[in-house]
């Protein structure tokens, strides 16, 4: 073999022998990991579930396309291993429904993704001011519950919670400890509609009466303390395993929920084999006034999947320093 040859073979052994470390160097603990995430058909819980996305397909996972289902189904689902992960799941909202389809010994829930959600009832502030209206429990006085009558039945209407989410068994539970059965409807189907309906009485003057949560459009639309007000309950009253329990906020009102956070729930058994994205979905913090941003900016019109892409990367890229530390810490962690 002469030298031309020894030095062409040689350069190939260390050019074969680079790629080969290359490769072994960009090897991600997601490689040839598939992951399917779930959402409920609430649209605004699109931005938080692509940034969860996004940050494990950084971590080398395939994502497949993200779907919509009931959080009934959403919890079962995850349960059995026919879905990975939720990224909006509410504590301690849907604690019977984590706990009913197996709870810890079939999740993985560790972190607070999006902390400091509020939720409760609200009427506009002029019908508040007039008639001195502060807790839903004088809506069992005919006379006052007759103010946000929409319909003519001499019901007050209540823009509520869609069947199946958590808030629909707060909702029910309060209307019959609060002995609101007589006086208020409880008015339940597609929440974006209901309330839109609900914003367009307002517009004409109309007394509203509606049931929302943080972080969520209609609070920049509705704004607390200028446009309505939160009511406050009679007493705490919660549903399942969660009755007893005080809702009180620090601040020494009762709004008749309590503070609730967005945790990511995840398969347990994914998560016991693949730690990497198990640290992932611990340490993702999003903050909830982005949220409430993003959602504005879907209810003015910017709703598309486009659009909702076009968010999650404008953020991502405000945000790139945060981003990259949670797959860096994602990252360390290894079998």
Not at 46 to 74: H, M, P, S, W
Not at 77 to 87: E, M, P, R, V, W
Not at 138 to 167: E, S, V
Request: glycine letters at 8%; hydrophobic letters at 40%.
């Amino acid at each position: 073999m002469n030298n031309s040859w020894k030095k062409t073979l040689t350069a190939s052994m260390l050019s074969a022998l680079a790629i080969s470390t290359n490769v072994w160097a960009e090897k991600l603990p997601g490689d040839g990991v598939t992951v399917q995430p779930i959402q409920s058909t609430v649209a605004e819980e699109t931005f938080q579930t692509l940034i969860v996305n996004r940050a494990l397909e950084a971590l080398g996972y395939e994502v497949k396309e993200t779907k919509e289902v009931d959080y009934n189904v959403g919890y079962t689902s995850i349960a059995k291993g026919d879905a990975t992960f939720l990224a909006v799941g509410w504590f301690p909202l849907h604690a019977d429904k984590y706990n009913q389809a197996g709870g810890d010994d079939k999740f993985y829930r560790k972190g607070q993704y999006v902390s400091g959600a509020a939720q409760g009832y609200l009427i506009d502030k002029k019908t508040a001011d007039q008639y001195g209206i502060t807790n839903i429990g004088q809506l069992n006085d005919p006379k006052i519950a007759r103010l946000f009558d929409a319909d003519g039945d001499g019901k007050a209407d209540l823009t509520g919670c869609n069947p199946g989410w958590g808030c629909e068994l707060v909702v029910e539970e309060q209307l019959s400890a609060y002995k609101l059965r007589d006086t208020v409807s409880h008015n339940q189907g597609n929440y974006a509609a209901i309330i839109a309906d609900t914003i367009s009485r307002y517009k004409n003057g109309e007394s509203i009466l509606y049931f929302t949560w943080t972080p969520y459009w209609v609070s920049g639309v509705l704004v607390p303390n200028e446009d309505v007000v939160w009511l406050e309950v009679p007493f705490s009253a919660l549903p399942g395993e969660r009755k007893g329990v005080d809702t009180t906020l620090s601040n020494g009102k009762n709004y008749g929920f309590e503070m609730n956070a967005m945790n990511i729930i995840a398969n347990k058994e994914f998560t016991e084999q693949n730690p990497a994205a198990a640290k992932l979905f611990e340490i993702m913090k999003l903050n909830i006034n982005d949220v409430s941003a993003q959602n504005m900016m879907m209810s003015n019109g910017k709703n598309s999947t486009a659009d909702i892409e076009s968010h999650v990367n404008g953020w991502i890229k405000a945000n790139q320093g945060l981003f990259d530390s949670w797959v860096a810490e994602a990252k360390k962690v290894t079998m």
